[in-house]
Every structure is written in structure tokens, then in C-alpha cells.
């Protein structure tokens, strides 16, 4: 097993499944649509398989990189050979995970799409592909090749098989988190050059993080690429006020795009916060605590607010992902928020919050994705997303009124759902930093209550009285397979968390004190503690 | 008396008598022999390429006198150059014969403009760069106006060819001054006074634009850039596809030389120049290019835009910089040659279109030329995994260590506008339904050129070194030798 290149195996896995769809699937219309789904099902269920396999052996309770795979892959000019390098600790093991659970899903959702179904799975693969290889990536360049590679799929799968406003979606999409990746691959040059005061330069993410920790970059560069990639990962996240891009992608998507959309490409922005932002650059981190938490806040309370106007179910959805990505910021930047106040206690606070924010991600990762395939499916029936032509399903639709309660009380954050521990260890950890950033977000928290539980009150509630809903059938067999893995697990990470928890556990560890290393450098709270 | 170390300029020769044969084979065999010369022309200019190979000496070697320089440089654009100028013959044959021009004079016409974009790069003296230049000008003035009964053609050759002029008569009045103040036009012996000279003299500055502004003209970098939309646009499309590939690459690896080498003592002083230059060609070839709708028109913005991510390899002045240059022209000769395959099989009832709309639908119709032609555009677009990805990384990254970090800045913001335009192709061949559908099959000869160059682009991040390293081993024996 040791030998064995798992990482890179479960990385090319679906594009092998994609390249034998393309090549490989032949014969009448029929025979190709079929074959073509049931292969990209194995495929990404193969994956998912061997994602697992990775899980049970991944060790915990420490803090290294695992799984390591280093291969000499190109040179830049001036003889520095960078690598194809590969590696999980505990915080991107999550998120592959994550990834390889939801693309089979997202597949068997897209069983009755009708038109270039080929072509659909092969992209959803392909998409797999960039995904797991993002959250892999132990080498800047490789990073940025997969992070970026989403683009292609993605912009492919909205503007193909999306709604009526698709293209002008699909564009907003693309340009707006192409600009804000342009500036992270300045920034990405800057880091090999300005690491070469240490002899070599390197785009190694190890070698960066051990450079970070004992020698640092200088505070005034620091600001600069901190701001290259948080204009990267604001946009992905997205933070306000850079995240229009999102309701309409969401809105024009298909099912399955919305669900990868908000259950893996937004996390990739907090992974890029946890990974490069917070260990890399941590003076720029608590420069700019204040700036995150104004921002953040503003997310949480005005994207709630534009929640509850929405009329759309997928918009309304969109909106609430954009609130509990203001959670997520709020937590990862709570260690640094303590820096800029100037105290420091001789514990460093902030662990609870980060950990919340990694469950938070997670959690949000199967929530969110199952509300958009909740959606997907009246959608089917009806073809509509508006909430007001819905009303009383709980009267033809007993399972998918419960399996759709689920979820709202999961987005909600009901204790013994996993949206509770997120957001708990959130406000827990935020509140003993700044009490005021607390209380706001809670207020977050009760209008999130206040537009899911509406929401759900009119579409499942009330009585059965439009004519269209009279013929609407229950969840059938194949929804019900989809729906079942995401309900045991928002019922597993709510009432034991400890697996989860336990995984990312030394690695949140760990990034926080190589974060208070470097940020102690120059930080003057640091030397007044001492 | 007999000239010592002619070997070196042995695929030259080849190319040279290759081009006297084929044209009397044209004209004994007469107007049907088109067909013929090509396929002898570009199995001449492929067996030059394994000569330059071959003979290629380990360290630099000059020849006739110090005015010929035959090094590693030269061999990685002569055979960048002739394997371009093979695959616009093959984009023409089929195009040719359609058309009703199928004038053996054509391929003969290229052969000697590949001649001339040889001694260009091997030039290591002023006047034998400017006998080169004009062999290959004269050619393509021709090559433009190929199509004699068309207005558009005409048109565009004789704008090609007095605007062409001008720039040729301002490089030459600019080398007439650079021998005024310095006494040579050797290359070496200009090297040698301008390297830790305290202060050039003016004069000899003013020379340095000059011969700047007319290389600038042939690369098509902004502001002279005036000629190329509508070349593009008139010239028949496989003339328009030449155009975009050999004589870049000639001309940039012209300018390359001319800069690092003999005035490689003036860097502060060209470097600006060529910030400006690259900044404006970015930008104004992005923002033009939304406007258009003729796609030959959008390749023409397009390849200004390309040209001004080369020149920001450039402007960085150091080894790392023109290998970036040389790394980038490789790959968009492949991007845009591909590209232009597919343009060239964009037929309807057998009749050329070359709207942008035209492709309306082409992901249904065609949909191995429709992923190809998205394979191009994403990779023009800068998108990874594809290799116009790596052809910004490389000039960025010279850029970045130079310094111009704003250069590099600019260029990636306007990578993204520039995105805008490819997408928006991708967007008519996937997101569209089709209307009035392209004929079916391309060519053979079209099909995998399409094929070999979306290959290449889609599979680069595999084998990178290849190309990386070839560019290295070339700038160093243009810097180090």
C-alpha cells in the first residue's frame, strides 16, 4: 500500500473514466447515453472507493503530509526544476473526500438529462479530476493548474446544459474568478523569487511553509500577496462584496452544477484562507483581520436579509451559501483577530474557531448540496424554481417533506445536525475574541432560521390547492439512493463529530501555531506578552 | 577566393537551389503543376529543417565574413520557421485548388520568404539582417495579393507592401545612423563598443529606435500595427494563417537577437521602448478584438495581443526573458496554425465564411473540430492545463524576477478581457443551437493539422522540458556564446 501512488490514482481516476466515455462509448443514441452514465457512475464510484481507502489509512493525530508523491515535473528558466507534488494532511483529506462523495451523486442526479449526455459525464469527470487534484496539490504551479483547470468544465457544464440565462452566467462565472486568479499567479511568481533570500527559490507548498515559519516573507510584501490571493479566494468563496457571480451561476446551473458548485468550488476558497493566507503570510492576516471581519459580517447579515426577498428557490439557496461562507471567514480569521487587538493571552484563542470553520465547510459541503438536489428534484417534476407555485408537497410527498426538513434543520444549525457543531464552534471561538463580531453573526444565524424555515413552510406546507401539484409523484428509488448517504451523514458529523474532528484535528494545530510563529515576529502583543 | 566555413549556411543553400528547381519545374511543367511544387516545396523546407539540424555546430560559427552566425539560436527558429512555413503549404493546397489560384509561383513564393526569414535570423551584421528582411517582405508583399482579381487581396498586399516599405526605410536609415556613430554594422563590433561604454551618443540611440520601430513593424506590436487587421482580413485565409506564424516568430527572434546581441550594452535604454510597446499591444489588442465579428479580423487582434505577451518576456533583459520569448512564439505558432485549420475548414456549399457566427452550432455538427478549435481558444485564453497556460507562466515569471511587476499585472489583467473573446467563440460552437449548419468534414490535410496541433496544446504539460529546454540551450549560446 505504501508504494502505491493513491493520491495521483484517485486524482485521474474519473479522467480516465472520461477519456473511455469520449473513446470508448459508440452505437445508437440510446446505447451511448446509457453506457455513457453507467461508466461515469463506476467511475466515480471507483473513486470514491479509493478516497476511502485513503481515509482509513490516513493516519491522525498528526500533522504531516501524507501520501506523498514527488515527481521532478518542469523547470522554470534559470535551472529551478519544480515538481509534481502530491499530499494530504488532515485539512485537504476532508475536502477530497468530499469531492469523490459528491460527483457520484451529482451524477446519478443527472440521470434523465436529455441532451449530449456523453458529453455531460465526460465533463463531470474531467471536473472531478481538477477538484480532488486542487485540494492535493502540495506544489504552488500544480495548485494553481488544477484550481484554475475547474474553470474549463465548469464554464462547459453552466453554459451548456444550464438555464435560459446561461450564457451570461456561464461568462460572469468565468471572468470573474479568471481576474481574481491572474493576480494569485502574480503572486505565485513573487513567492519563488522572494523565497530566494533563502537560497533557493521554490514554489514547493513544504518548502513555503517551512520558509514562512523560520524566516518569513517581509511584512510589506506580505500585504501584497495576501491581497493577490485573497482577491483569488474572496471571489471562489465568495465573500461580499464580490459574490454576485454566485446566485446567478447557481440559478443557471443544472442540479448537478449548483451541488459541485456550492458543495466543493466555494470551499476551495476557504482552503486556499487555511493553506496559503493564514500560515504563509500571518502579519498580512492580522493586518487585514479587520477587513475580513467587516466584510464577513456584511455577508452574513445582508446576504440573510436578500435571502428572505428571493423568489426563487435556487437563488434563495445561492444567497444562504454566501451568509454561511461569511461564518466560515469569520472563524478561520478569529486567531488573527486576537493579534490585532493587541492582547495576547498565553494561549492562543482561535482553535475552536477554526476547527469550527473547517466543520462549518464541510458541513455546508452536504447540506448546501443536498438543498440544491432537494430543489432539483420538484424541479424535475415542475420545472420551475419559483417558491410560489409550490405549496402543501408534504400532501402527495411525505418522504421528500422529511428527507427536505432534514436539510432546512441542518442549515437552520438544529443541534444533533452537523450545521450545529460549525456553526457552535464558530460563535464559541469567535466570541472570546470579539464579542461584538459574535453577537452580529448570531443575529445571522436567527435570520437564516427565518428564511429556511419560511421557505419551507411554503413549499411543503399549507394546502394542496394548485391543479399542477395534484400529479406529483414521491421520491423514487434512484433520489432516494442519493438522498440517503447526505441524510445519515448530516446526522453522524451533528450527533458524533468526533471522526471528523478528529482527522483535521493536529493539522488545525499545528497551522495555528506555525501561524503565531510567524506572526510573533514582528507582532509587538507577542513581545509585550513575553 | 573561396569563402571558409560555408557549411554552416548549408540548409540556407538547400533552401536557396531547392527554390530555383521547384520554380523551373513550375514553369516547364506549366499552369497544372501547382499541386506538385507544394507537395516538392514542403518536402523541402522539411528536409532543410533536418539539415539546420544536422549541421547545427555545437558552439557559434560564422560565415562570409563575420555577416552569417550559425548557433544554437538560429537553429531553434530556422526550424521553428521551416516547419511553420511546411504547414502553411499544407493549409494552402486544399484552399488553392478550391479557389481557382492554384499558381505554382505560390509555394515557390514561400520557400524563398522561409529563405529570407533564415538569413534574417542568422544575420550578425546589419546589412545582411536587412538583405534577409527584404527577401522575405518582397515575398509576402506578393503572397498577399496572391488573388489578383479580388479587391480585398490587392488591397491588402499593396497596404502590406507600402507600409512595409516605410518600416524597411526607417530600419535601414536607422542602421545608416548606427554606422555614422560607431563606425560598423557587425554585430560584434557593435557589442563590443556598446558594452561598458559610459554614455551612447544620441545619435546612435536614435539609430537604435529606428531600427526598433521597423522590426516593431513586422511584428505587428502597437502602434505599428495599423497594417495587420486588414492584411489579415483581405489576404486569401492560408496566406493570412503564414503570415501569423513563420514571419512572427522570424521577426521576433529577429528582434530578440538584435536587442540581446549587438545593443545587448543599451538594455536600459531598449527596455523601455519595449514596456511601451508591449503594454499597448496587450491592451489594444485585447479591447479591439471584442468589437470584431470577422473571425480573421479577431486572429489579427488576437496575434497583436500575442505579440505583446512575448515582448513582456523581452522587456525583462535577461537569458530567462528570451527564452520565455522563445517558448511563447513556439507555442502560439501552434495555437494559431490549429486555429487557422479550422477557420479553413469553415465551409458552406463549398463557399469560405468566415464570421464569428458561422461556427453557430459547431459542437453538434462537428464535434471533434468544435473541441479542437475550444482546445486553441482556452489555451490562447492562458487557461491551464493547456500550453498557452505555460507560455504566460514563462514570460510572467521574467518579468516578475526583472522587477515589472506592474507589466506583469497588466498583462494578466488583460489575459482576462483577452478570455472574454475566446470564451465567446466557445460559447457559439457549445451554447448555441445550430442554425445553418458548416459542411460536414474538413480536409484530410486540415483534419490533422487540427488534430497534431490540438494535440500538442492539450498534452504540453506532459513533456514541457522539451520545448523549455530547447529554448534554454538557444538563449544560451545567444547570451553566453
Known amino acids: 500500500m505504501e508504494t502505491w501512488p493513491l493520491l495521483s490514482i484517485v486524482t485521474f481516476a474519473p479522467l480516465v473514466g472520461a477519456l473511455l466515455i469520449l473513446v470508448m462509448v459508440r452505437g445508437d443514441r440510446e446505447a451511448t447515453d446509457r453506457n455513457a452514465r453507467w461508466l461515469a457512475l463506476w467511475a466515480s464510484l471507483a473513486t470514491f472507493l479509493i478516497s476511502l481507502l485513503i481515509w482509513i489509512n490516513f493516519e491522525t493525530g498528526t500533522a504531516d503530509f501524507q501520501f506523498v508523491e514527488k515527481v521532478a515535473w518542469f523547470s522554470f528558466p534559470g535551472g529551478y526544476t519544480l515538481s509534481y507534488h502530491m499530499g494530504v494532511d488532515g485539512i485537504s483529506m476532508m475536502f477530497v473526500l468530499l469531492s469523490t462523495l459528491l460527483t457520484p451523486l451529482c451524477i446519478l442526479c443527472s440521470w434523465e438529462i436529455k441532451s449530449r449526455v456523453r458529453e455531460f459525464m465526460a465533463a463531470f469527470l474531467v471536473l472531478e479530476t481538477f477538484m480532488v487534484g486542487t485540494f492535493c496539490a502540495l506544489d504552488l504551479v500544480t495548485f494553481y493548474v488544477f484550481f484554475e483547470g475547474v474553470l474549463l468544465p465548469m464554464f462547459l457544464i453552466i453554459g451548456v446544459w444550464g438555464g435560459d440565462r446561461r450564457v451570461y452566467s456561464a461568462f460572469k462565472f468565468f471572468l470573474y474568478t479568471l481576474l481574481g486568479s491572474v493576480l494569485m499567479l502574480v503572486a505565485v511568481m513573487a513567492m519563488y523569487f522572494l523565497s530566494k533570500s533563502a537560497g533557493q527559490g521554490t514554489t514547493d507548498i513544504v518548502e513555503l511553509l517551512r520558509f514562512a515559519r523560520e524566516t518569513g516573507f517581509s511584512p510589506e510584501a506580505q500585504k501584497w500577496l495576501w491581497l493577490a490571493f485573497f482577491a483569488s479566494f474572496a471571489v471562489k468563496l465568495p465573500m461580499w462584496p464580490v459574490h454576485t457571480w454566485l446566485p446567478d451561476a447557481h440559478v443557471e446551473a443544472p442540479t448537478a452544477g449548483s451541488v459541485i458548485l456550492a458543495g466543493v468550488l466555494l470551499k476551495m476558497g476557504g482552503y486556499g484562507f487555511l493553506r496559503f493566507s493564514l500560515p504563509m503570510f500571518p502579519d498580512a492576516s492580522v493586518y487585514f483581520a479587520p477587513l475580513v471581519y467587516t466584510l464577513s459580517i456584511v455577508a452574513i447579515i445582508y446576504t440573510s436579509l436578500v435571502a428572505l426577498a428571493q423568489e426563487d428557490m435556487k437563488k434563495l439557496i445561492a444567497y444562504s451559501s454566501v451568509a454561511h461562507m461569511g461564518f466560515v471567514t469569520l472563524g478561520i480569521f478569529a486567531a488573527t483577530v486576537q493579534f490585532s487587538a493587541g492582547s495576547l493571552p498565553d494561549n492562543l484563542l482561535g482553535e475552536q474557531a477554526v476547527t469550527g470553520a473547517m466543520f462549518q465547510m464541510l458541513s455546508h459541503g452536504i447540506v448546501s448540496a443536498a438543498l440544491f438536489l432537494c430543489v432539483g428534484v420538484v424541479y424535475d417534476r415542475l420545472h420551475t424554481r419559483r417558491i410560489d407555485r409550490y405549496g402543501g408537497l408534504v400532501h402527495r410527498m411525505p418522504r421528500y417533506a422529511a428527507v427536505f426538513m432534514v436539510f432546512t434543520l441542518a442549515s437552520v444549525g438544529l443541534p444533533g445536525t452537523s450545521g450545529f457543531i460549525g456553526e457552535f464552534l464558530v460563535l464559541f471561538g469567535v466570541f472570546q475574541v470579539n464579542v461584538w463580531a459574535a453577537a452580529l453573526a448570531a443575529t445571522g444565524v436567527i435570520l437564516g432560521a427565518a428564511y429556511m424555515l419560511w421557505l419551507y413552510r411554503r413549499i411543503i406546507f399549507g394546502e394542496l390547492v394548485k391543479p399542477d401539484l395534484m400529479r406529483m409523484k414521491d421520491l423514487h428509488p434512484r433520489e432516494v439512493a442519493i438522498f440517503a448517504p447526505l441524510v445519515i451523514l448530516v446526522l453522524w458529523m451533528g450527533i458524533w463529530p468526533e471522526p471528523f474532528l478528529d482527522v483535521f484535528d493536529a493539522s488545525v494545530k499545528n497551522l495555528l501555531t506555525s501561524f503565531k510563529a510567524g506572526a510573533c515576529r514582528v507582532n509587538e502583543a507577542c513581545f509585550a506578552a513575553r | ?481
Open chain 2, 1 to 481: 577566393m573561396i569563402l571558409p566555413n560555408l557549411e554552416y549556411a548549408a540548409a540556407e543553400m538547400f533552401v536557396a537551389v531547392a527554390a530555383m528547381v521547384l520554380l523551373m519545374i513550375g514553369v516547364f511543367r506549366g499552369e497544372g503543376s501547382f499541386r506538385l511544387v507544394s507537395v516538392l516545396s514542403i518536402l523541402a523546407l522539411v528536409a532543410a529543417a533536418a539539415v539546420t539540424v544536422w549541421m547545427s555546430p555545437v558552439e557559434s560559427r560564422s560565415a562570409f565574413a563575420g555577416m552569417f552566425v550559425s548557433n544554437g539560436y538560429t537553429t531553434f527558429l530556422k526550424v521553428g520557421i521551416l516547419l511553420a512555413s511546411a504547414v502553411g503549404i499544407v493549409l494552402s493546397v486544399g484552399y488553392n485548388a478550391r479557389e481557382a489560384i492554384e499558381r505554382f509561383e505560390y509555394p515557390v513564393l514561400i520557400v524563398l520568404a522561409a529563405l529570407g526569414m533564415m538569413v534574417m535570423v542568422s544575420a550578425s551584421d546589419l546589412l545582411s539582417l536587412y538583405i534577409g528582411l527584404e527577401l522575405q517582405s518582397l515575398s509576402l508583399y506578393v503572397v498577399a495579393a496572391i488573388r489578383r482579381d479580388s479587391v480585398k487581396s490587392s488591397e491588402a498586399g499593396l497596404k502590406y507592401f507600402v507600409l512595409g516599405a516605410l518600416a524597411s526605410g526607417m530600419l535601414l536609415f536607422g542602421a545608416s545612423l548606427v554606422y555614422g556613430f560607431s563606425g560598423t554594422t557587425a554585430f560584434a563590433g557593435l557589442a563590443a563598443q556598446l558594452t561598458g561604454a559610459s554614455a551612447p551618443s544620441v545619435g546612435l540611440i536614435v539609430g537604435l529606435v529606428l531600427v526598433m520601430v521597423g522590426l516593431a513593424f513586422k511584428v505587428s506590436a502597437v502602434p505599428f500595427h495599423m497594417w495587420t487587421p486588414d492584411v489579415y482580413e483581405g489576404a486569401p485565409t492560408p496566406v493570412t494563417a503564414f503570415f501569423a506564424a513563420a514571419p512572427k516568430l522570424a521577426a521576433m527572434g529577429l528582434l530578440v537577437s538584435v536587442l540581446a546581441g549587438p545593443f545587448g550594452g543599451l538594455v536600459k535604454q531598449w527596455s523601455q521602448i519595449v514596456i511601451v510597446l508591449a503594454i499597448a499591444s496587450m491592451v489594444l489588442g485585447t479591447f479591439a478584438a471584442i468589437a470584431q465579428t470577422n473571425i480573421k479580423r479577431l486572429m489579427a487582434y488576437s496575434s497583436i495581443g500575442h505579440i505583446g505577451y512575448a515582448l513582456v518576456g523581452l522587456a525583462s533583459g535577461t537569458g530567462e526573458g528570451y527564452s520565455a520569448v522563445l517558448v511563447y512564439m513556439a507555442i502560439y505558432i501552434v495555437m494559431t496554425l490549429g486555429a487557422f485549420a479550422v477557420i479553413l475548414a469553415m465551409q458552406r456549399s463549398g463557399r469560405m465564411v468566415e464570421e464569428i457566427d458561422d461556427l453557430t452550432g459547431l459542437s453538434r455538427t462537428n464535434p471533434l473540430m468544435a473541441a479542437m478549435m475550444l482546445i486553441f481558444m482556452f489555451s490562447m485564453a492562458g487557461i491551464p492545463p493547456l500550453a498557452g497556460f505555460y507560455a504566460k507562466l514563462y514570460v510572467f515569471l521574467a518579468a516578475v524576477e526583472a522587477g515589472l511587476y506592474f507589466l506583469a499585472v497588466i498583462g494578466l489583467v488583460t489575459s482576462v478581457v483577452g478570455a472574454y473573446y475566446y470564451i465567446r467563440i466557445v460559447k457559439v460552437m457549445y451554447f448555441d443551437e445550430p442554425e445553418d449548419a458548416l459542411d460536414p468534414r474538413p480536409g484530410r490535410d486540415l483534419g490533422a493539422i487540427q488534430f497534431v496541433a490540438g494535440m500538442a496544446t492539450l498534452l504540453f504539460f506532459l513533456f514541457p522540458s522539451l520545448l523549455v529546454g530547447a529554448a534554454d540551450t538557444a538563449v544560451f549560446s545567444l547570451t553566453g556564446g
